[in-house]
């Protein structure tokens, strides 16, 4: 038995420079996220606590440092299980994410969808995050994702008016 989506949820649209921005923006996402993943599946079976520590004497960071002591303390609490936990949702997120992009530059109208409930989940858990703690890097990236979230949403929106007065 075969079931076939709606044919306006497959049908391809010009593609247009903003729904191409957006993934690129989606794809790079995923690209450093497979990177990280990688990462995290390599270091696995290693000390983690030891490699950081190596890497904040190389780098000459303060280890008294509230962000730096933060992350050396999580990493002590780290063992190969976690890790790869940590390392399967990093690599769903970029599968995620590799998805809305490859799906926003063939102009599928699914990938629009999908790109708008997905950047609409992390509102919540980045407000979250800025109310804890605020910094520039959270907000910008809040601004972004509520940016692509109304433009999205404005296109959709702007489509399928265009199609009433067509139809």
């Not at 780290?78 to 997120?93: A, D, F, I, Q, S």
């Amino acid at each position: 038995m075969q079931v076939n989506a709606p044919e306006e949820m497959v049908t391809k649209r010009p593609k247009i420079g903003g729904l191409r921005t957006i993934a690129v923006f989606k794809l790079l996402k995923s690209f450093v996220l497979l990177c990280t993943a990688a990462g995290i599946f390599k270091m696995v079976n290693q000390d983690l606590s030891e490699l950081l520590w190596r890497w904040v004497d190389f780098l000459r960071l303060d280890s008294g440092d509230r962000y730096v002591a933060s992350v050396l303390i999580r990493a002590e609490d780290m063992n190969p299980e976690k890790m790869k936990v940590l390392g399967w949702l990093t690599l769903c997120y970029a599968m995620i994410f590799l998805t809305e992009g490859a799906g926003l530059w063939l102009g599928l109208r699914w990938a629009e969808w999908l790109t708008v409930i997905v950047t609409a989940s992390f509102v919540p858990v980045e407000c979250y995050e800025i109310a804890k703690h605020a910094n520039a890097i959270k907000i910008g990236l809040l601004c972004v994702n509520l940016a692509i979230f109304a433009y999205l949403i404005w296109y959709i929106r702007r489509d399928r008016r265009a199609g009433a007065r067509t139809a």
